[in-house]
Nanobody, 125 residues
Framework: QVQLVESGGGLAQAGGSLRLSCAAS????????MGWFRQAPGKEREFVAT????????YYSDSVKGRFTCSRDNAKNTVYLQMNSLKPEDTAVYYC??????????????????WGQGTQVTVSS
């Protein structure tokens, strides 16, 4: 049974930092692209970042580029999202997801096979 478990969310002040983790089990982690998405209240879930199977390639949404960094440790079956210079508009539930089938850096929800339960990030002004 595949499980993705996010952690590291919480409350931060604007300009601060948080580091999210997503621990995967029940799959061969290095075979999967990993992605981060977020959903703010009243909005649709949106793409944040993705990282290739080896970790050599990453891609970010324009809204987080230069502030967020996605990395992974295949030995630990874990993907990370380092979030710096946080803004109130970063407030959302953050989800990690795993994609087996697609090449490159998948950026849409439908390309991902497995999802975590999400972790809340709240940024105060």
């Amino acid at each position: 049974q595949v499980q993705l478990v996010e952690s590291g969310g919480g409350l931060a002040q604007a300009g601060g930092s948080l580091r999210l983790s997503c621990a995967a089990s029940g799959l061969t982690f290095s075979w999967f692209h990993m992605g981060w998405f977020r959903q703010a209240p009243g909005k649709e879930r949106e793409f944040v970042a993705t990282i290739s199977r080896s970790g050599s390639s990453t891609y970010y949404s324009d809204s987080v580029k230069g502030r967020f960094t996605c990395s992974r440790d295949n030995a630990k079956n874990t993907v990370y999202l380092q979030m710096n210079s946080l803004k109130p508009e970063d407030t959302a539930v953050y989800y990690c997801a795993a994609d087996f089938n697609h090449a490159g850096t998948p950026r849409t929800e439908g390309q991902y096979d497995y999802w975590g339960q999400g972790t809340q990030v709240t940024v105060s002004s």
